[in-house]
């Protein structure tokens, strides 16, 4: 499983996807451009010593990205959290090979990124609420998707 930040805006949510990612056991990649400058010294800042336990993939466009998927993760479906969907992620069935796409916090993404997934799923949330924070996000939707396909990490009884 893999989670995907589309040209993210806010540099502490790539941190915390890090941290989010590193924790789970699951990939991160990131659709460039970002709304701030991304470095690989960026990068590892952000991470904190989260850094080495991840696993990033920086992709530097949308068509990169999809070049990448099309060579690598063929069989793997796009899922894209968006507020303009009709099916709760709840009610969806994940799968371990999926892509978990997540908008820029700013905009969400573009019609050709909507087009390209293979599902489109919402969190529900309370009438009159506009979205929930991303990385907020990632971590419902990661949680969800681990727990159907039995890809928690094992407790370890000795922590």
């Given at each position: 499983?893999?989670?995907?930040?589309?040209?993210?805006d806010?540099?502490?949510?790539l941190?915390?996807a890090?941290?989010?990612?590193?924790?789970?056991?699951?990939?991160?990649?990131i659709?460039?451009?970002c709304?701030f400058?991304?470095?690989?010294?960026?990068?590892?800042?952000?991470?904190?010593d989260?850094g080495d336990?991840?696993?990033?993939?920086?992709?530097?466009?949308?068509?990169?990205f999809t070049?990448?998927?099309?060579?690598?993760?063929?069989?793997?479906?796009?899922i894209?959290?968006?507020?303009?969907?009709?099916?709760?992620?709840?009610d969806?069935?994940?799968?371990?090979?999926?892509?978990?796409?997540?908008?820029?916090?700013?905009?969400g993404?573009?019609?050709?990124?909507?087009?390209?997934?293979?599902?489109?799923?919402f969190?529900p949330m309370?009438?009159?609420?506009?979205?929930i924070?991303?990385?907020n996000?990632?971590?419902?939707?990661?949680?969800?998707?681990?727990?159907?396909?039995?890809?928690?990490?094992?407790a370890?009884?000795d922590?």
């Amino acid at each position: 499983m893999r989670l995907v930040l589309f040209q993210p805006d806010i540099p502490q949510n790539l941190g915390s996807a890090i941290r989010l990612s590193a924790c789970l056991g699951v990939e991160l990649d990131i659709i460039e451009p970002c709304g701030f400058p991304l470095s690989d010294k960026a990068v590892k800042r952000t991470a904190m010593d989260y850094g080495d336990a991840a696993r990033v993939t920086r992709h530097d466009s949308w068509a990169k990205f999809t070049a990448w998927r099309d060579q690598t993760s063929q069989g793997s479906r796009v899922i894209l959290f968006t507020t303009k969907s009709a099916q709760p992620y709840c009610d969806f069935a994940f799968t371990l090979d999926d892509i978990l796409l997540m908008g820029r916090e700013s905009a969400g993404v573009p019609d050709e990124v909507h087009a390209y997934a293979d599902a489109r799923l919402f969190i529900p949330m309370q009438p009159g609420m506009r979205s929930i924070n991303v990385i907020n996000s990632a971590a419902m939707a990661l949680g969800e998707a681990l727990r159907q396909t039995q890809g928690f990490a094992k407790a370890n009884a000795d922590t």
